[in-house]
Structure formats: C-alpha cells, structure tokens
C-alpha cells in the first residue's frame, strides 16, 4: 500500500456492501475509473463491509462481478472488514493526544436527553469523564464508543472542491461524532479518512450526499495531521419524477439491467453521458471512446434524470454495433428456453439473431419472441390458417414452389422464385408470399420472408411446406 507521493492520479470508489451495485454508485465508478484510465492513474476499490449488521458476503461478489461485467477493472483492492486494527491504533492515538474521547452513552440515553433539541447529535456529556470514571465503566464491562473532539471554531467551515469551487458550512450543529463504535468498528468517516490517507487517494470523487461529510472529514485529517486529499461530488441521479433515484422507480441495480438484457456497453454509455458530455457532441460511444474523451471539464452538476426509455434507446444502438459472435454471446442466456438441440446450432443462431434483434430493444424480449418461435419450431398451422390454405389457388402455389425448390435456396432466390410461380398462376407476388408465409410459419406477419428461408435452410422449408399441404389435404 502506497501513501501519496509523487503526482500520480489515485482515485478510488468505496461501495459498502449493503445492497446491488445501483446505477449511482456505478455512474461514481465509472467517472472514476474512466478519469484514472484517461490520466494513467490508479483506480482502486475499496469495500466498506465494516458494519457487519448490514454487510453481505452475497453483495460484496454481487458489487465485483457487476463492475467487472460493466467491463471496470480495479488495480487494487482492499476490504476495510480486513483493517480493524489500523482503525482502533488511529483511534488510540487520537485518544491518547486528547482529540477524542470514550463515550458510554447509550444511543437511548442519548435520545432521551436530546428530546425536543433540533439538529444535535450529541451534547458532549462524556467529554470530561475523568480518568477513574472512564476507569470504573470499564470495569463494569461497559462498552464504549470513540468521540472525535468537534472544536466550536471549527464548525463555521469552508472547503474547495474540485468540481463546485467553495462549499461553506455555516455554524453546523454537529456534535462530537463517533469514530469507532462500541463494538470496536468505526464509523464511516473516520475508516474513509484512515484509507484514504493510506491509499494515498489524491482525489475524492463521490456524489453529491457526501458533500456534508467533507467537513467532517477534513477535520479528521488536520486532527491527524495529514494532508487531505481533494474532494469533487457529482450531481445526483434523479428518478423521472425528479425523486432521487430509488426502487420504486424500477430497475436500479446493475445486476437487474444486466437480467433485463441490456448490454454493458449500452449501460456505460448511458451512465457517461449521466453528468458528462462529448466534447463534439457525441452520443453513442465505447468504453475506448469514453476514456479517449473524457475529462473534468465537460462534467455538469445539474441533477440528472434516470430515463429508462433512453436507457432502451442507447442498448438498440449498442445492439446494432455488435459483432455477430458477441450477439450471440451475449444473447445466449435469453435464447435457453429454445432448447439444446436450437443452440448448439450456432450458425442458425447468428443468423436468426441477426433478423430478430434489430425489432428488440433489450435482450429479454428474445424469450418467446415469434420470429424465434418461427425460425426454430415447426408450427402446428391452426383451423384458420388450414382453411385459408384451402382456399382459392393457394395450395397450388405452394406445390408449385415445392417443385420448383432449388437444392440450396438461398435468400437472392426466392423473389425471383415467387414472381415466376406468380407469373405461372396468373397471381400478384404478393398472393404467393402469403400462402408460403402461413404454410412455413403459421402467421401472416413477421420478417422477411426470403431471410426466414435462407435461415430455414431448403430441407426444412421443404418439409413444412410437404407438411402443410398434407394436412390441409386432410382437413379438406
Ligand atoms: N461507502 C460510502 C458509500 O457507499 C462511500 C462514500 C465515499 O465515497 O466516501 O456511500
């Protein structure tokens, strides 16, 4: 681990693994991990799992794996579960130079005499213990919390921040805050301003709900003696209703947009542009791209909406980019209920995913969807449909094409096939793309016909084209 020395960049993102990685937190990573690659810095991630209350092993590898999915590598990482010791020698320290100081003060206790006072934390009753008194609560086995001592003169406070120039605090009603916990893991705060310190992160780059943090941070470091690093927070993400961004407005973890099929390409893109803008206006970018373009300057503060709709928009996009052997890599987990036999054909695949995707909008719309239905089962063509064959010269039509199959049709044949079996029978194209379109597969709609036949291959467009004119034969 590296304290700060020389100027190299070293930004970190710091999820506590309370939940999924939300698309704010991963907006944080991203602007980080994209400002780190942009300057050949470092970008280091830090899980925050000392509230073990509230930590889960399940979230720690949901976080990893949906940072490495969006396609975020880390050059270090660090657990701050796996740090206890530096929090508690830090905190002695700060006991033993008389900046903080234990409290036995229960959270009830607490409440109960702040009752009916506004905006105080704490009213700093354990600040003068004296020694024997700290000593004889310890040896009742009382258990007690570390209070970081809050000078009145420090709580008029001001700091620069990288991003919105000065931020000023007037009079905040802080109280002497805890720094560890009596269970012995510390606050947030103080574990933030410790790592930071030791990583040597020389850029705090967060949202905008840990402005009111900073203060308290900084004090920490001047406490220590340590020179703080530089802190820049970014807008918020705002829900449609323009209410911060939260579950009832959907699908707000990056695993869940992931499950819905959209790509992680479409999500970074989408993120990026969350708070940031290409200096030529660009919209749909890559990863490369992003990190070709990206800088501080172009960074806006205004509250950002989270709009599914443009969401959706950007993975079209990103959809139509896409290589034919990624597509199918990437659509595989939505095409399972096709069954093997449909995937281990993966030459059908590509090209059934090349006509079907361009109507989708996310990945998850490919289960179920008709054209698959169509290209990889044969149909059972229902009473309407055999009744309609019946009628008319349709059943011609199809026994003409059948005649006139050639042994390897491809998708430049078949126009040329319909106008002549058309010609022929004295019909319209269109009356003999119908007939084929119902009798290959059982609806009247769906994609081009002559692509839905190249994908069928001839043995199969011969064996439904045989099967429905042997069943409507026998209905008739
Ligand atoms: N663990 C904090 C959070 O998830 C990190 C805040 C920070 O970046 O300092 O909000």
Redesign the pocket.
């Known amino acids: 681990m590296s304290k700060r020395v020389g100027r190299e960049l070293r930004v970190r993102f710091?999820?506590?693994p309370t939940g999924y990685l939300h698309v704010g937190?991963a907006r944080?990573a991203l602007f980080n991990w994209l400002w780190a690659r942009r300057e050949g810095g470092v970008f280091v991630l830090r899980i925050?799992d000392t509230d073990v209350t509230r930590s889960e092993r399940r979230f720690v590898e949901g976080i990893l794996k949906a940072l490495s999915w969006l396609g975020l590598d880390w050059d270090e990482l660090y657990y701050q579960s796996g740090r206890l010791d530096v929090y508690r020698a830090y905190a002695e320290r700060l006991l033993r130079e008389g900046k903080a100081y234990r409290c036995f003060c229960t959270p009830d206790e607490i409440a109960q005499r702040l009752k009916g006072l506004r905006g105080v934390e704490y009213d700093g009753r354990c600040r003068d213990l004296s020694p024997d008194q700290v000593e004889k609560y310890l040896a009742e086995g009382r258990k007690p919390a570390v209070r970081f001592i809050v000078p009145e003169e420090k709580k008029h406070t001001a700091y620069l921040d990288f991003l919105r120039g000065e931020i000023e605090f007037k009079r905040l009603t802080t109280g002497d805050f805890v720094i560890m916990k009596s269970d012995g893991t510390p606050a947030?705060n103080f574990a933030?301003v410790v790592d930071d310190y030791e990583m040597g992160i020389t850029h705090?780059l967060?949202a905008e709900d840990?402005i009111s943090?900073t203060p308290k941070q900084i004090w920490l470091y001047e406490a220590l003696g340590w020179e703080p690093p530089e802190f820049g927070h970014l807008s918020m993400i705002l829900g449609p209703d323009k209410r911060k961004l939260s579950k009832r407005h959907g699908a707000t973890s990056v695993e869940e947009l992931r499950d819905h099929g959209f790509l992680p390409q479409a999500v970074v893109n989408y993120l990026a542009l969350l708070g940031w803008s290409h200096p030529e206006g660009k919209e749909i970018l890559s990863l490369e791209e992003l990190v070709e373009a990206f800088s501080l300057e172009r960074v806006t503060l205004s509250p950002q909406i989270f709009d599914f709709e443009r969401l959706r928009w950007f993975n079209r996009k990103h959809l139509a980019r896409l290589p034919s052997g990624e597509l199918l890599q990437a659509a595989e987990p939505f095409l399972k209920w096709l069954g093997e036999e449909a995937l281990a054909d993966r030459e059908k695949l590509t090209k059934a995913l090349g006509l079907v995707v361009p109507s989708v909008s996310t990945l998850s719309e490919l289960v179920g969807h008709p054209d698959l239905i169509a290209l990889f089962r044969r149909p059972t063509l229902s009473n309407e449909v055999l009744n309609e064959l019946s009628q008319g010269k349709k059943l011609e039509v199809l026994e003409k094409i059948v005649a006139r199959l050639p042994s390897r049709l491809t998708r430049d044949d078949l126009r040329p096939l319909v106008r002549k079996v058309a010609a022929e029978l004295g019909l319209k194209p269109r009356d003999v793309f119908h007939p084929l379109r119902l009798a290959l597969t059982g609806r009247d709609k769906g994609p081009e016909l002559a692509a839905v036949c190249e994908i069928l291959g001839t043995e199969e467009v011969l064996a439904r084209l045989s099967q429905a004119l042997a069943t409507t034969k026998s209905e008739r």
């Open positions: 710091a999820p506590s937190g944080t925050e947030y933030c705090v967060r840990h943090n």
